[in-house]
């Protein structure tokens, strides 16, 4: 199941920098750091992970399927002073790219591939709009594996975040569905499976404990 982010989309870029404590924008800078080229960024949300990749001089085209994140994606843009040679938005969904086949050199998602509804579809999708040899990154936040780390991820996701939520953007359901979807979403050897089983070559780096995974993944 996918959320609505169009609920959320004012308040979204509060939530994460107080969520994450701010580390989410350290690690979409580590993300994006050998990247160049023609870059597409998928699920691109307000946009963090377009203007990383901007500042490295790639040309980035951002796509989102939610309207409200697009427009606060293109409000911050144009406030950073970014050409539209440079970077552009687009309306799309992430499972049916209106690309075509081997159009980018690399394709980013960060923390949106959880909410694909049809995950190997939206990653076959990134794998065809990627030239041969290309890079495709992928940042998503995961349960931590650790006995002793986990107990505190636990309390933190399930009753810290929601009540953030709820407070900040008064939307508790959002914030409750956040937790949950981390749950349910295959990590480790199992994205790393999934990946390979669509046709990349994969990688991964745990960081902050493993609460956020890095897939590193060649075509």
């Known amino acids: 199941m996918a959320y609505d982010f169009d609920t959320i989309a004012r308040t979204y870029d ?6 994450t404590f ?5 690690w979409r800078k580590h993300a994006v750091r050998r990247l160049h080229g023609n870059v597409l960024d998928v699920a691109c949300g307000t946009g963090d992970m377009v203007m990383e990749l901007a500042k490295q001089g790639c040309h980035v085209t951002g ?3 939610s309207e409200q994140m697009l427009e606060i994606a ?13 970077v552009n938005y687009q309306l799309c969904n992430a499972e049916a790219l209106p690309f075509a086949d081997g159009e ?10 959880r909410n694909f509804v049809h995950l190997e579809l939206g990653l076959y999708e990134m794998l ?11 940042l998503e936040l995961a349960t931590p594996d650790s006995v002793i780390i986990r107990p505190f991820y636990n309390l933190y996701t399930k009753h810290i975040i929601p009540w953030l939520g709820n407070r900040i953007a008064g939307n508790r359901d959002a914030y409750t569905y956040l937790p949950e979807s981390i749950a349910h979403f295959p990590k480790g ?27 590193l993944s060649i075509k």
């Not at 701010?22 to 350290?26: A, P, S």
């Not at 980018?104 to 591939?113: E, K, L, Q, R, W």
Request: some cysteine.
């Open 74 to 86: 293109k409000q911050k843009t144009a406030s950073a002073n970014y050409q539209l040679s440079t």
């Open 22 to 26: 701010g580390l989410d924008r350290r």
């Open 189 to 215: 050897k199992e994205m790393l499976r999934i990946l390979e089983n669509v046709g990349f070559k994969a990688k991964q780096k745990k960081i902050f404990f493993g609460v956020c995974r890095m897939y």
């Open 14 to 19: 509060r939530l994460n920098r107080v969520m």
């Open 104 to 113: 980018f050199d690399a394709v980013t998602c960060a923390f949106g591939v």
């Open 63 to 65: 796509v989102d399927i």
């Open 128 to 138: 065809r709009v990627m030239k041969p040899g290309g890079t495709m990154v992928i």
